[in-house]
């Protein structure tokens, strides 16, 4: 059984930081591409960043620069660290794991970014 779950997740003021994390069992973690994507009301989900088993990144161009994607294949665990957040980042923030033709996705976290 494929578990992903995520944690982090909450109220930021804008310009502050957030580490969201993303737990992953059932699952060779270490030779799947893992992701974060994000879908805020009324929007389509979206990729927000992503990174390969090889450690290869890729950004959305809206969060280029702020925030960080990182994986630790000990831990089975895929973070997003996001800072310089700004209200525009308010969404609900999805875990997906992917190998082939199999994608597997978390639960989702609630990040708000308001003053």
């Known amino acids: 059984q494929v578990q992903l779950v995520e944690s982090g997740g909450g109220l930021v003021q804008p310009g502050g930081s957030l580490r969201l994390s993303c737990a992953a069992s059932?699952?060779?973690?270490?030779?799947?591409?893992m992701a974060w994507y994000r879908q805020a009301a009324g929007n389509e989900r979206e990729l927000a960043a992503e990174i390969t088993s090889e450690g290869t990144t890729n950004y959305a161009d809206s969060v280029k620069g702020r925030f960080i994607i990182s994986r630790d294949n000990a831990k089975n665990t895929v973070y997003l660290q996001m800072n310089s957040l700004k209200p525009e980042d308010t969404a609900v923030y999805y875990c997906n794991a992917r190998i082939r033709f199999s994608s597997y996705w978390g639960q989702g976290a609630q990040v708000t970014v308001s003053s």
């Open positions: 059932g699952i060779r973690f270490s030779l799947y591409t």
